[in-house]
């Protein structure tokens, strides 16, 4: 691991996210072994991408990074979309496909273990994530070239100098991560 990855992941952990960690039935993967180390989406929040992106019943959203599945689930919960969730953490899959077998959109919401980098964006007319700088970064050529239309949503971290087209500050009293109490979401529309 590159030092200031390493450097990285440890302050992140100094700020609490070892205390945001699935229940012991998924335990998370070593942090040297995640570009993103796992933090859960403040429900508030996932309310919020999922309504900035307009998210409608015909939509199918791709989550980088699912986690527990939350955003994929409400999207289908709410709004009828079809979902699809996808994280490095083979037990962080199980519990999202758990979750959605209980909240009963199983038949909409799926998750697999499968790498981001290697995963099939252009199916996708909502996008969304909460992925560190340097993993959007990467990720942001493949998301400029999607269809026309493609909504993509990111909490706290931008593009670069692709300016979104809309942003929006909301609090999140109950975010564990960082010194703000505040979460920035940002919705870029490829055109």
């Not at 990855?5 to 996210?17: N, Q, V």
């Not at 993103?36 to 309310?47: A, K, L, S």
């Not at 989550?63 to 979902?83: E, K, P």
């Not at 990720?139 to 931008?158: E, F, N, Y």
Request: no cysteine; proline share 5%.
């Amino acid at each position: 691991m590159n030092p200031s990855r390493r450097s990285l992941l440890l302050g992140a952990t100094a700020l609490g996210i070892a205390a945001n960690r699935p229940s012991s039935a998924a335990q998370l993967l070593p942090y040297e072994d995640l570009d993103t180390p796992y933090v859960t989406t403040p429900q508030v929040v996932v309310d919020a991408m999922l309504e900035m992106a307009q998210v409608r019943a015909t939509d199918r959203l791709l989550d980088l990074g699912s986690g527990d599945g939350r955003i994929v689930i409400s999207a289908a919960s709410r709004y009828g979309a079809r979902g699809r969730g996808v994280d490095i953490d083979p037990r962080l899959v199980r519990l999202a496909n758990e979750n959605a077998a209980r909240a009963g959109v199983a038949d909409r919401a799926e998750f697999v273990v499968e790498d981001l980098f290697k995963t099939d964006l252009t199916q996708a007319t909502v996008i969304t994530m909460y992925l560190l700088p340097d993993v959007n970064m990467k990720l942001r050529p493949a998301l400029m070239r999607l269809a026309r239309g493609t909504r993509i949503v990111s909490h706290d971290w931008g593009l670069g100098d692709w300016e979104p087209d809309r942003t929006m500050r909301i609090d999140t009293p109950e975010k564990r991560v960082g010194i703000h109490k505040y979460s920035d979401l940002m919705l870029w529309v490829v055109r």
